[in-house]
């Protein structure tokens, strides 16, 4: 599903923030990925969304070499490849339902297919019941939970959350990993970023750590060591 061969990036000549990667994620799998800050979480991330591109090395998903992606086909990428920040970024004076759906009429679907969509995903997320309500009218970890209803509507294979309970507490957080753990039992693959050690070690999956922007450790029921 995701294969990086010799993958590395390279800022300057003096700041090298990934180097030498090789890393295959399997279609379907749970991964964490962790690091201390500045160990090349976030430009991995940057990369598996043709943010940036390597410097060196091939990134290969589903079949589909991205390293050399024209930026005509990155919307095309982004819709194979659902994605969650820690900053839920919804549109403050649009309802849930209309930022859920803003995701689809910027694609170009019809209407009618919106109508169907957005209440599924809305009810993936348990907020099927709250869709006419403006994001300032619920809860933090509801909100991350739109965000997660709306990298869903393009039914993504692959889904990446860069941090996506570092906002919340432990309660919320432990919600949060509950959808993403039940999205990946609908086959998606799920790559989780995070430093929380408590979620990563709760999760006893795989968990790959960077160090210095190399991988130091592969483990298929790993721990966050560092």
Same mark, same amino acid.
């Given at each position: 599903?995701?294969?990086?061969?010799?993958?590395?990036?390279?800022?300057? &000549?003096?700041? /090298?923030?990934?180097?030498?990667?090789?890393?295959? +994620?399997?279609?379907?799998?749970?991964?964490?990925?962790?690091?201390?800050?500045?160990?090349?979480?976030?430009?991995?991330? &940057?990369?598996? +969304?043709? =943010?940036?591109? #390597?410097?060196?090395? &091939?990134?290969?998903?589903?079949?589909?070499?991205?390293?050399?992606?024209?930026?005509?086909?990155?919307?095309?990428?982004?819709?194979?490849?659902?994605?969650?920040?820690? %900053?839920?970024?919804?549109? #403050?004076?649009?309802? /849930?339902?209309?930022?859920?759906?803003?995701?689809?009429?910027?694609? *170009?679907?019809?209407?009618?297919?919106?109508?169907?969509?957005?209440?599924?995903?809305?009810?993936?997320?348990?907020?099927?019941?709250?869709?006419?309500?403006?994001?300032?009218?619920?809860?933090?970890?509801?909100?991350?939970?739109?965000?997660?209803?709306?990298?869903?509507?393009?039914? #993504?294979? +692959?889904?990446?959350?860069? =941090? #996506?309970?570092?906002?919340? %507490?432990?309660?919320?957080?432990?919600?949060? +990993?509950? /959808?993403?753990?039940? /999205?990946?039992?609908?086959?998606?693959?799920?790559?989780?970023?995070?430093?929380?050690?408590?979620?990563?070690?709760?999760?006893?999956?795989?968990?790959?750590?960077?160090?210095? *922007?190399?991988?130091?450790?592969? =483990?298929?029921?790993?721990?966050?060591?560092?």
């Amino acid at each position: 599903m995701i294969t990086l061969t010799g993958v590395t990036k390279q800022y300057t &000549k003096d700041s /090298i923030a990934l180097h030498d990667i090789h890393l295959h +994620i399997g279609s379907g799998e749970f991964v964490s990925i962790v690091g201390q800050s500045g160990s090349g979480k976030t430009t991995l991330v &940057k990369l598996l +969304i043709a =943010e940036e591109r #390597p410097s060196k090395g &091939k990134i290969d998903i589903g079949g589909w070499d991205i390293t050399r992606i024209s930026y005509d086909d990155i919307p095309h990428l982004r819709r194979q490849i659902g994605v969650i920040f820690q %900053d839920f970024k919804l549109l #403050p004076k649009k309802t /849930i339902n209309e930022n859920v759906a803003f995701a689809l009429q910027v694609a *170009g679907e019809p209407s009618h297919r919106i109508r169907e969509v957005v209440p599924r995903v809305l009810d993936i997320v348990g907020l099927g019941h709250k869709m006419h309500r403006y994001p300032y009218q619920i809860s933090g970890g509801e909100q991350q939970r739109v965000v997660i209803a709306r990298s869903l509507v393009h039914r #993504p294979k +692959i889904l990446v959350a860069d =941090e #996506p309970t570092g906002n919340l %507490d432990s309660i919320n957080t432990l919600e949060i +990993i509950e /959808i993403l753990k039940k /999205i990946n039992e609908f086959g998606t693959t799920v790559v989780l970023v995070t430093h929380n050690r408590d979620v990563v070690n709760l999760l006893k999956r795989r968990v790959i750590t960077l160090h210095e *922007g190399k991988v130091i450790a592969d =483990e298929a029921i790993g721990k966050y060591r560092l």
